[in-house]
């Protein structure tokens, strides 16, 4: 293969299974693991093992280390696996930014699957069939009105926007449990996926899941390899996988299969991908109706059944396909692709036990026993060998077990996945093969009648005959270990009992020591489980005789802890607590407030005295002119400039307070308007900070605040000086600072909410575009607004400028650009509170002028000239006159006023100039 070396960007069982294809090619491979995942069988299947820095499966998740270890392996290829970074689009582009072969489908294939309403769009483009429901993040008031839709007996499914597994989903069919359950999945979304983005679909009752393989090569060629069904799930997640379905009719095949493929060519996909679908069991023969749900561009947990009924290596399809191979040259065009043969079923050995009301909860232990099944027809995919002490910051699947069986018939397949559980020995830890076993044996699953609440119908069912099935048939495997049964094996002192883990987790701390004397309550351990602290208290008092356990340890639910010798102990037996000063600040707080002072003009001494040489002031002063005393609450106020690969953090801590960008909400002139009508969003650019430059930070801050002044309808005030992009930023992902949302989103607030954009000083490029956005712009005299800056144009071969003479003002005000020209950013900021009060509402106090005084503003004469400005001042409320765009378009005049307290827009032709007609300059 012209790629010579594989890292597998991934953990446990597919890891394995990665490598063990990629051998067989010859090609070499490089494990990745944490220094917690050390001892994970994946680390000594591959040819090497490298390093990566954190632990769990936040480790597995750090792009920029994946990628580092590519580089410091010398890998020129990666095999992301399933979960994790998989359907990652910034991996894959940073693979290619850095000459990596991405094993998966293109950046633009992955940015269109991975987000399930663009999925949808496409099939709805392709006329292939979708459930109805709502397109895009849907609020809980738009779920609310689609559940209503679907009247009387209608219920829906709430699906999280990005990633999948069965997390951020929820039935609902009571509309008054609807904005719990949308609560729910919002979280779950937001935890899994860093997207809280749901949407809602009416529910299929009866269903079935249906999913098509689709395997794609870089020049166009798609193939299909059949489908495979996963109906049996609980709470959305799969347990059970059979290739081929044995529910479909040749006709519905065909229509499913179709639409897969159809599909995959509109998005020109390449590489392996898993197309799925609904199909409503309440419809009958060929007409059955389906639906398409979501596609996974990435090999899927369940690829192997499909593998055992074609026969075919799919993992290696991926590695040359990925390497440039036509579908052709690897026997996998269409005509050349087999019918399957026989069936294949997958089950996944959890490292879980579930109650009868369907409640899982995972397990884990050391594995003192761990003896597969095997045989003709009997695959194991696993990372679990004896003596293995099983992780919590992992997910519950310990191994998969196909079954494949060449007869005709779905029992058959259905009596070799019966008999193959029962040569599973698991000991040291609980799994659900019991409860594997029990669904394998309900009279539905053998008749095939069954669809995708199954499960959650016959929970209780289940769950008794899995106990009977756990003794005696399973209990000498040790499959029937709960945990309840897992316990410390070593004991104390004489006399002493243990303080038990509360749950799996991993030791933090000890706060205690031997011979110490502990009260009931007292706190005496710090535990680390799914990423969250737990404080360990002493159930009762007693003195500590043993500890039993270190920080760093991984201790099972129920392991012991330390050992108490139980006594009673009185206040006087045990170390008083100390005196709480209220005062006192703890050091992470006093660091807190620290780096909050170091963004504050009273400690940039240098920085102001800058700004007074050029009779300008700080960004932080003009945001306190413009905002209500007290209000404004900021955002971002700790970011640095992304550039910690060429200095140091103390350095850029010190020096890039806040990327160079103030930004947050507050009210402006609530006193006149009520908080609620007053709320605006300020934005500016610090020159003080890199000249104003727009940083790889400081965008991902100004995208929240333009995406909050969008969803909150809410008035934007821009301080635009600055010098454009920044190309010292070195820790961004992407080719340039320009592929991101923030001109975009900055444009589609024109004509939503009033934006004013103020500019005092220098303001080329990136934001002088955002500058030209706004819907007004006030400059002050000083001003100098060019789309290219001084380095731009020199760098043109355009010649050598000062930054005061491109597009000074005496320029930019005549032609237009500039709607309010004033003298300091004093009265630029007053210019905007005025302009922003025109829409906040009436004012209650007001002056007009005496009104017969607008009897003799225009004279008798009509040949006669007057001044125009003169008769608009007199119409309108004192003081509440805006011009805009005084030095251009002289014949009209344009204006906000107040009449009475009310805001108007004013028009005018002025009489001074060419007798009032509208010229072009007037017209614009």
């Not at 293109?106 to 429901?133: H, R, T």
């Not at 102990?569 to 050091?587: F, N, Q, S, T, Y």
Request: hydrophobic share 40%.
């Amino acid at each position: 293969m012209p790629f010579q070396k594989l890292l597998i960007a991934n953990r446990g069982e597919i890891a394995i299974r990665i490598a063990r294809a990629a051998g067989e090619t010859g090609l070499a491979t490089v494990a990745i693991y944490p220094a917690d995942d050390a001892q994970s069988l994946h680390v000594r299947t591959a040819d090497a093992a490298h390093e990566i820095p954190g632990r769990g499966a936040r480790a597995y998740l750090d792009i920029e280390a994946v990628v580092a270890a590519a580089k410091a392996t010398g890998c020129d290829a990666l095999h992301p696996g399933y979960g994790f970074l998989s359907e990652n689009t910034l991996l894959a582009r940073r693979c290619a930014e850095e000459g990596i072969t991405f094993v998966g489908p293109s950046p633009e294939a992955l940015d269109l699957f991975g987000d399930k309403a663009k999925a949808k769009a496409l099939a709805k483009d392709c006329g292939v069939p979708i459930i109805e429901g709502t397109g895009g993040p849907t609020t809980l008031e738009q779920a609310r009105d689609f559940f209503a839709s679907l009247g009387a007996g209608g219920a829906v499914m709430i699906k999280a926007i990005a990633g999948g597994g069965g997390r951020g989903m929820r039935i609902v069919d009571d509309a008054a449990k609807l904005e719990e359950a949308y609560a729910r999945c919002q979280s779950e979304a937001k935890a899994a996926f860093g997207s809280d983005g749901v949407y809602v679909e009416r529910l299929i009752r009866n269903a079935r899941h249906i999913e098509v393989q689709i395997i794609g090569d870089r020049h166009g060629a798609i193939s299909h390899l059949w489908e495979r069904e996963c109906t049996i799930q609980r709470r959305n997640q799969k347990l059970i996988e059979v290739a081929p379905s044995p529910s479909l009719s040749d006709g519905l095949r065909t229509r499913i299969i179709d639409a897969a493929k159809e599909l995959a060519a509109a998005a020109n996909y390449d590489n392996l991908g898993t197309f799925e679908f609904l199909v409503d069991g309440d419809a009958k023969g060929d007409a059955q109706a389906f639906a398409f749900i979501e596609a996974n561009p990435r090999l899927q947990v369940e690829h192997t059944v499909t593998e055992e009924v074609l026969g075919v290596d799919l993992v290696q399809a991926q590695l040359a396909v990925a390497d440039g191979a036509t579908l052709g040259s690897l026997g996998l065009a269409q005509a050349y692709i087999p019918k399957p043969r026989g069936y294949a079923m997958q089950l996944r050995i959890n490292m879980e036990v579930m109650d009868e009301n369907g409640v899982t909860k995972p397990t884990g232990g050391t594995l003192s026993m761990f003896d597969l099944p095997a045989g003709p027809g009997v695959r194991v995919d696993t990372f679990g060998c004896s003596g293995y002490k099983t992780s919590a910051a992992f997910d519950s699947l310990l191994a998969k077990v196909i079954v494949h069986a060449t007869g005709p018939n779905w029992t058959d397949v259905v009596q070799k996945a019966t008999r193959t559980l029962r040569e599973f020995r698991i000991g040291g830890v609980a799994t659900n093969i019991p409860f594997l076993g029990a669904v394998l044996a309900h009279p539905d699953f053998i008749a095939n009648r069954i669809n995708t609440g199954f499960i959650d119908t016959h929970v209780a069912a289940l769950v008794h005959v899995a106990n009977d099935l756990s003794a005696p048939e399973l209990s000498e495997a040790g499959a029937a270990v709960t945990v309840s049964d897992i316990r410390e094996t070593s004991s104390g002192p004489a006399g002493s009992v243990p303080v038990p883990a509360p749950l799996q987790g991993t030791i933090v701390a000890i706060e205690v020591r031997e011979g110490d004397l502990v009260r009931p309550g007292q706190q005496i351990a710090v535990l680390e489980s799914m990423k969250m602290e737990h404080l360990v208290t002493a159930p009762h008092g007693g003195k500590v005789t043993r500890i039993a356990a270190g920080a760093g340890v991984t201790l099972m639910q129920d392991e012991a802890i330390l050992f108490l010798e139980p006594a009673e102990i009185d206040a006087h037996d045990v170390v008083k607590d100390e005196d709480v000063d209220l005062d006192h600040i703890r050091p992470d707080l006093a660091e807190l407030i620290a780096r909050h002072a170091i963004t504050l003009d009273e400690n940039r001494p240098a920085s102001v005295e800058r700004r007074r040489k050029t009779n300008q002031r700080t960004a932080r002063e003009n945001v306190a002119q413009l905002v209500d005393d007290g209000s404004f609450v900021e955002y971002g106020s700790l970011a640095i400039a992304a550039q910690r690969r060429r200095r140091k953090v103390d350095d850029l801590i010190m020096n890039t307070p806040a990327d160079g960008l103030i930004s947050g909400v507050a009210t402006v002139n609530a006193e006149k308007f009520g908080a609620e009508g007053a709320r605006c969003m300020v934005i500016s650019y610090d020159y003080t900070v890199l000249a104003g430059t727009q940083g790889h930070m400081n965008h991902k801050k100004i995208d929240r605040m333009l995406g909050l002044a969008e969803q909150w309808r809410m008035p934007l005030v821009f301080y635009a000086e600055g010098g454009g992009g920044r190309p010292g930023d070195t820790d961004r992902l992407g080719m340039t600072g320009l592929d991101g949302p923030s001109f975009v989103q900055f444009a589609k607030l024109s004509g939503l909410v009033p934006v004013i954009g103020v500019v005092s000083g220098y303001c080329f490029a990136g934001n002088a575009a955002m500058l030209g956005c706004c819907d007004v712009i006030i400059a002050t005299k000083n001003a100098s607004i060019g789309m290219g800056g001084p380095a731009m144009i020199e760098g043109g071969g355009l010649g050598v400028y000062h930054p005061a003479e491109v597009g000074p003002v005496s320029f930019q005000s005549p032609n237009g650009v500039i709607d309010i020209l004033v003298e300091d950013e004093v009265e630029a900021t007053t210019a905007a509170q005025k302009y922003l009060s025109y829409f906040q509402g009436a004012v209650a106090d007001w002056k007009a002028p005496d009104q017969r005084l607008l009897r003799r503003a225009i004279p008798e004469n009509r040949l006669r000239v007057y001044d125009i400005r003169t008769v608009i001042d007199l119409l309108a409320d004192e003081g509440s006159v805006l011009e805009i765009r005084r030095d251009f378009g002289v014949g009209m005049i344009t204006a906000f006023i107040r009449i009475e307290g009310k805001p108007f827009g004013l028009i005018a032709n002025n009489p001074k100039h060419l007798g009032g007609a509208i010229d072009a300059p007037a017209g614009d």
